[in-house]
Antibody, heavy 130, light 106 residues
Framework: EVQLVESGGALVQPGRSLRLSCTTSGFSFGDYFMSWVRQAPGKGLEWVGFIRTRADGGTTEYAASVKGRFTISRDDSKTIVYLQMNSPRTEDTAVYYC?????????????????????WGQGTTVTVSS | DIQMTQSPSTLSASVGDRVTITCRASQSISRWLAWYQHKPGKAPRLLIYKASTLESGVPSRFSGSGSGTEFTLTISSLQPDDFATYYCQQYNTYRTFGQGTKVEIK
């Protein structure tokens, strides 16, 4: 069974760092991009960013709202993806989901490799407050 | 950045109704669009990708259409389990969600 399990959500003060983890199982983790998506209280879904597969460069892309503050990384040996939240703000308060993104086992992937975020974790709650 | 705008924001409907939600992109995204269903306290569920391809296991009453900048999600006969919030997502350039359409009971 394909599973994504987020952890690390907590109450954190503004400016204090926090790292979320997403532990995966049941699929070939190294062959997939992985994304983070969040939902603030009373708001809609917001894409946070994704990390490419190592074969496709292992690079990352971020939403403008978190660029320069958040960092996504992956450990293919442990099949875990991380979201490092530096300098969090009160507006970063949200449920954070990790999702399985595009299938990309080799270099040069395109939009044809993405068939939607077909697997989601249950989410982990981050509250940024003093 | 590509902006996605859904309409309406809220839709009141009855069981059995045909429901249509529209999603507009700020620039052409070809057919790189997905639709999701989200219920409170649960993870979102992928319904459709590439604008009109139904995800495995999704009921056939759901359908998607469109290309370029205008897309629609149609539920042919609304069922009790369909009351939820629906989001479009572009993946032409990175990823962007629409603001959501809440389908509520009339």
């Amino acid at each position: 069974e394909v599973q994504l399990v987020e952890s690390g959500g907590a109450l954190v003060q503004p400016g204090r760092s926090l790292r979320l983890s997403c532990t995966t199982s049941g699929f070939s983790f190294g062959d997939y991009f992985m994304s983070w998506v969040r939902q603030a209280p009373g708001k809609g879904l917001e894409w946070v960013g994704f990390i490419r597969t190592r074969a496709d460069g292992g690079t990352t892309e971020y939403a403008a709202s978190v660029k320069g503050r958040f960092t996504i990384s992956r450990d293919d040996s442990k099949t875990i993806v991380y979201l490092q939240m530096n300098s969090p703000r009160t507006e970063d308060t949200a449920v954070y989901y990790c999702t399985r993104d595009g299938y990309c086992p080799s270099a040069g992937c395109s939009n044809y490799n993405y068939n939607g975020a077909d697997v989601w974790g249950q989410g982990t709650t981050v509250t940024v407050s003093s | 950045d590509i902006q996605m705008t859904q309409s309406p924001s809220t839709l009141s409907a009855s069981v059995g109704d045909r429901v249509t939600i529209t999603c507009r992109a700020s620039q052409s995204i070809s057919r790189w669009l997905a639709w999701y269903q989200h219920k409170p306290g649960k993870a979102p569920r992928l319904l459709i990708y590439k604008a009109s391809t139904l995800e495995s296991g999704v009921p056939s009453r759901f359908s998607g259409s469109g290309s370029g900048t205008e897309f629609t999600l149609t539920i042919s006969s609304l069922q009790p389990d369909d009351f939820a919030t629906y989001y479009c997502q572009q993946y032409n350039t990175y990823r962007t969600f629409g603001q959501g359409t809440k389908v509520e009971i009339k």
